[in-house]
């Protein structure tokens, strides 16, 4: 059967969270990624010691510990990780999105994205989405279910839902 990524930019972190857990609840819990900018660290440490990501004022990492966007996604948060993406800076992709992009070192994101089946050009517009500071999220599923998915996202304020 023939599968799709559908793609949302969403610029809340608040709603990306209610679309991930709303897809989660339909059954797409492993087939979700998110792609979001960090901003940098704050010098303060987290639970457990650890620098904290964020991406302007939201703390990512918050979201890993207590259940966030990343956080309560089984299959997320184990494959969640801060990498550097060339022309991009620092990334926090979770999910099977995490994988293709590890190593990534020509092309950058965009480049990634080809390899996850997204065509070059759309690749690059979502590049700059991330460098603003906007979150991605992909979720990978059969073709016949793609329009709820989409639905899903519209439904939760993405902005740019494309089905590749």
Avoid: C
């Avoid at 956080?71 to 099977?96: D, Q, R």
Wanted: hydrophobic letters at 35%.
């Amino acid at each position: 059967m023939a599968e799709r990524t559908v793609v949302g930019v969403f610029r809340s972190r608040d709603n990306a969270e209610r679309a991930v857990e709303e897809l989660r609840s339909a059954g797409w819990d492993r087939d979700i990624s998110i792609l979001a900018r960090e901003e940098g660290r704050e010098g303060r440490k987290g639970r457990g010691g650890d620098d904290r990501a964020r991406m302007k004022d939201q703390d990512l990492s918050e979201g890993v510990a207590t259940g966030g966007v990343l956080g309560g996604l089984a299959g997320l948060a184990a494959s969640a990780g801060l990498m550097t993406i060339p022309g991009v800076g620092p990334v926090l992709a979770a999910g099977p999105i995490a994988t293709t992009l590890t190593g990534v070192v020509t092309g950058g994101l965009a480049g990634g994205l080809v390899d996850y089946g997204i065509p070059a050009e759309d690749g690059r517009e979502y590049e700059e989405e991330v460098k603003r500071g906007r979150i991605l999220t992909m979720i990978r599923t059969e073709e016949r279910r793609a329009s709820d998915v989409e639905r899903i996202l519209r439904e939760r304020g993405a902005d740019r839902v494309r089905s590749h």
